[in-house]
């Protein structure tokens, strides 16, 4: 549970403002530009392999990493790294920034974190087709690198339109696969399902196997939200494993947590299973954000679509409290948002079940009505001790979940945060396993060329920063604030973060798996 309606939001952007693409696109293209050359000078270099640090100095020629040692300055630019760490850009490899990236280029957001790619197109929901947003990318290119799955919903959407509420036919699931090979072939990372949300909540296992069975075909990845986060996880992780096992693809979890209370403490059990799923051959995967609640639709509570006041009950007791649901877009009402349900509930003078049930009835009314009934909610649901659990699992990395522009903290301090709270305040991770959960172990999963370590030779996307001071300071009550602690962030050899500013500069690429 997690993600604000992925299935709308992603290409709009793209789409509306690709006529003012255009215009700029001749004078702003700088994807190609370099930096000149750049030593840094005595740094606690920790080159997302998880090997212990290293005290070095480092040249950058052009994009690349070109000398790593003991070096002699010969004119270039010269950075003095004492007591800073530089470390790969960190990959993120599960983002709602795409979003805001044609409005805000710069990616503030991303760069004060130290992250230097976003992996979008996630929970099902992708432009399609890929290649326009490559294009688009490449015409206007952004300060961070971009890479997208293709979404099982969109391609679901495409084929069967509204009619949706229902298993696909043979000559649907035919002409899904068409759609997903096309758009496997021109740029896209892998395939997206998002089991939990309109339209893909509707599709049966067979279904996505067939899917899953072209990605495998491509030799690239499938990353899963999952049927359940809460009422039938270990159903839904099973799925997940027949689906890859029969499709003989890698798997990816996405941002995994045990979001019901009675399950809280089972998180070696979730592991368990992906251990033996391991054992057994399958290259299966996750990723997490390190916070208690997560971001989605009222609806996703209700797996069954019924409204009911027996399954309200039951999602306000074990799923998420009335206090610890807080609206963050609610458009039939945006007097309602950054207030709890529990707040609500007062204002209205009925109990918290009657209110839920209430707003989603008006929210469908108004999106039926075609008044715009769009909404979003941060739901209270998981136990710290899970996610420290999960978050340690050796093929855990680190992922924001996050966007710009909402009231979740976690597009704002994802990594950040796993500096200050597991490194630094309860030592759960060590600095080099820290930056490995967002650098190498993503290079791992996803098959990255060149990317996600600092070797000679790997390009130079990379992130400087002073390990006792780097932080996240977004939280629930003030979620839009920048990290701070980050020195300098380069994407493609070009610095594009320096004095807790962008330089403006935007060389970032496409990136395919
Ligand atoms: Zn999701």
């Known amino acids: 549970m997690t993600r604000t309606n992925p299935l709308q939001a992603p290409s709009i952007f793209w789409r509306t403002l690709f006529l003012g693409v255009i215009f700029v696109s001749c004078t702003n293209y700088q994807s190609g530009k370099t930096s000149d050359n750049l030593l840094i000078k005595n740094v606690i270099l920790i080159d997302g392999t998880g090997i212990n640090r290293q005290i070095a100095d480092v040249r950058i020629v052009g994009n690349r990493i070109d000398a790593i040692g003991d070096l002699v300055h010969a004119k270039e630019e010269v950075i003095d790294g004492t007591g800073l760490v530089l470390s790969p850009g960190f990959i993120d490899t599960h983002s709602h920034h795409d979003r805001s990236l044609i409005e805000y280029p710069d990616a503030i957001v991303l760069l004060s974190q130290g992250v230097t790619t976003i992996v979008a197109g996630q929970d099902g929901g992708s432009s399609i087709p890929i290649a326009r947003l490559k294009e688009e990318l490449e015409d206007n290119p952004p300060s961070v690198n971009l890479a997208s799955y293709v979404g099982h919903g969109s391609i679901r959407r495409e084929v069967m339109g509204s009619d949706y509420m229902r298993p696909a036919t043979p000559t649907e699931i035919t002409a899904m696969e068409k759609l997903l090979n096309q758009e496997l072939s021109t740029g896209a990372m892998g395939f997206s399902t998002g089991l939990e949300y309109d339209p893909g ?124 649901i807080l609206i963050d877009r609610y458009e039939p009402n945006p007097s309602y948002e950054g207030r709890t349900l529990a707040e609500i509930s007062e204002i209205r003078e009925t109990d918290p079940v009657t209110t839920y049930l209430a707003l989603i009835a008006e929210s469908q009314a108004a999106k039926k009505a075609g008044s715009g009934g769009g909404e979003s909610i941060i739901g209270t649901s998981m136990a710290t001790e899970d996610i420290t659990t999960l978050l340690k699992w050796p093929y855990t990395n680190v992922a924001s979940d996050g966007s710009a522009t909402s009231r979740h903290p976690r597009g704002y301090g994802s990594f950040s945060k796993i500096f200050r709270k597991y490194v630094r305040e309860t030592g759960d991770l060590t600095l080099e396993e820290a930056v490995y959960k967002m650098t190498g172990l993503v290079k791992e999963t996803l098959g990255l060329e060149g990317r996600g370590t600092l070797e000679v030779g790997s390009v130079a996307d990379m992130v400087l920063f002073d390990p006792d001071k780097f932080t996240d300071r977004a939280t629930q009550e003030a979620p839009q604030v920048l990290s701070i602690g980050v020195e300098g962030v380069w994407v493609n050899g070009v610095r594009v973060y320096k004095d807790g500013l962008s330089t403006g500069a935007r060389p970032g690429r496409w990136i395919e798996g």
Do not use: C
């Open 201 to 324: 909540i509707y599709s049966e296992t067979a279904e996505v196997i067939s899917l899953a069975r072209i990605t495998a075909e491509h030799g690239k990845k499938y990353s899963s939200h999952m049927r359940s986060e809460d009422r039938d996880l270990f159903g839904a992780i099973e799925e997940t494993i027949t689906i890859a096992e029969q499709a003989g693809v890698p798997v990816h979890i996405s941002h995994i947590k045990l979001a019901m209370k009675s399950l809280w403490g089972q998180a070696e059990e979730v592991l368990q299973l992906l251990e033996e799923a391991r054992g057994n051959g399958l290259q299966v995967t996750a990723d997490l954000y390190p916070y208690e609640y997560w971001q989605s639709t009222m609806t996703v509570l209700f797996p069954d679509r019924e409204f009911t006041r027996e399954a309200a009950e039951f999602a306000l007791e074990e799923l998420a409290p009335p206090e610890g």
